[in-house]
C-alpha cells in the first residue's frame, strides 16, 4: 500500500568559551565568546535519464552538522534515507527488506534519518549531524500507481564522511518531536512548540527501536478515528478522511538519533504517525503500538 512503500520513504546549544584577556595588572578580566560553525551545506540532485534514476553526492563530506537539500528532478516523490552498516555488510544486502512490510530489520542496520520527501521539481533540505565513517543512501519512491522502488533504478549508492570535523552543530529548535516508548504496546510522539506556517523541527528518537514520522492534514469534517482507520487499513467509504497532498515525513532514525527537520504546517488538525516496524519484524507501530496520534496546530 502506499504508506508501505514510504515507511522508508521510511538539542546543542552554542558553545561558550571564556578566555582571559591581558590586564594592566587591576585584575579585570574579559571574556571571549566563540560562535560554532554554521553547518556546511551539501546539494544532492536526483535526476532520470530513460529508465535510470541517479542522485548525484559528492564522494566525501566533512564530519559535523551538514544541512544537505535534495533537489529532486524525477517526476515522482524522492527520499534520502541515510544508513550505516556494521562491518562486512553491503546495502545489496538490505534493500529487498522495504518491500517486506513486516519483515526484521537485521541488527546491523543503522538508520541515520536523511530527507522524508522531496516532491517532484521541488527541494528539501534536512541537518544531521554527520559522524566519521561510510554512510549508505537510498531512494524507495515510485511513480504514482506503482512500479519499481527508484533504489532499483539506480537511486542508492554510498559516501564517506572523513577529514577534520567542522565543529559545527545542530541548530537549536523551538518547536520539536520526539518518539517515545512508554511500553511494549504504547509508543507515542512528544510534540511541542508547533505553530502555522514554516517550522523548523528537531525530530529525535527516545526509543529503542527505529522510527520515522508521517504527517497528514485532517479533511474539514473528517475525524481522526475515521484518519486512524484509513492509514491503518487503506480502507475508505468515499472521500479519503486525509489530504494526501498534505503528505509530509521524516526519515527514518536509530535509538538516540536526531537530526532537524522543516514543515509547513497550516492551522488545523494533523496525524502523525510511524509505520515502521520492531527490528524483529511484525506490524507497523501505527499497529502494533498505536503510534498514530492528532496533533492540532494553532
Not at 154 to 164: C, K, L, N, P
Not at 182 to 188: C, K, N, R, S
Not at 192 to 212: D, E, I, Y
Not at 255 to 268: A, I
Request: glycine content about 12%; hydrophobic content about 35%.
Amino acid at each position: 500500500m502506499r504508506i508501505g512503500r514510504r515507511v522508508w520513504a521510511f538539542l546543542a546549544a552554542s558553545t561558550l568559551l571564556a578566555a582571559a584577556c591581558g590586564g594592566n595588572g587591576s585584575g579585570a578580566k574579559g571574556t571571549q565568546v566563540t560562535t560554532p560553525p554554521q553547518p556546511a551545506k551539501v546539494t544532492i540532485t536526483a535526476s532520470a535519464s530513460g529508465k535510470q534514476v541517479t542522485f548525484d553526492v559528492p564522494g566525501s563530506i566533512r564530519p559535523g552538522a551538514t544541512e544537505l537539500t535534495l533537489v529532486n528532478n524525477l517526476k515522482e516523490p524522492a527520499e534520502f534515507q541515510l544508513l550505516r552498516l556494521d562491518g562486512g555488510h553491503t546495502l545489496a544486502q538490505f534493500l529487498p527488506a522495504p518491500e517486506r512490510a513486516s519483515a526484521p530489520i537485521p541488527a546491523w542496520v543503522h538508520a541515520a534519518g536523511g530527507i522524508g520527501q522531496a516532491l517532484p521539481g521541488r527541494r528539501r533540505g534536512v541537518v544531521v549531524d554527520l559522524q566519521a565513517g561510510r554512510y549508505y543512501f537510498f531512494s524507495a519512491g515510485s511513480p504514482q500507481g506503482g512500479g519499481q522502488p527508484q533504489y532499483k533504478q539506480g537511486a542508492q549508492g554510498s559516501f564517506e564522511v572523513t577529514g577534520d570535523p567542522t565543529g559545527a552543530q545542530l541548530p537549536t529548535t523551538k518547536a520539536r518531536i520526539t518518539a517515545k516508548e512508554l511500553g511494549a504496546t504504547d509508543y507515542q510522539f512528544e510534540v511541542s512548540g508547533l505553530q502555522p506556517g514554516t517550522n523548523q523541527v528537531t525530530f529525535a528518537n527516545a526509543g529503542r527501536q527505529l522510527h520515522h514520522l508521517v504527517i497528514e492534514k485532517l479533511n474539514p469534517g473528517a475525524t481522526f478515528e475515521q484518519a486512524k482507520e484509513f492509514l491503518t487499513t487503506q480502507r475508505s467509504n468515499g472521500r479519503p478522511p486525509v489530504d494526501e497532498r498534505s503528505f509530509d515525513a521524516a526519515a527514518v532514525l536509530d535509538t538516540q538519533g536526531r537530526q532537524v527537520d522543516t514543515f509547513m504546517l497550516e492551522s488545523g488538525s494533523y496525524v502523525f504517525a510511524c509505520f515502521v516496524t520492531d527490528r524483529q519484524g511484525g506490524p507497523p507501530h501505527a499497529i502494533k503500538a498505536n503510534m498514530i496520534q492528532e496533533v492540532k496546530v494553532a
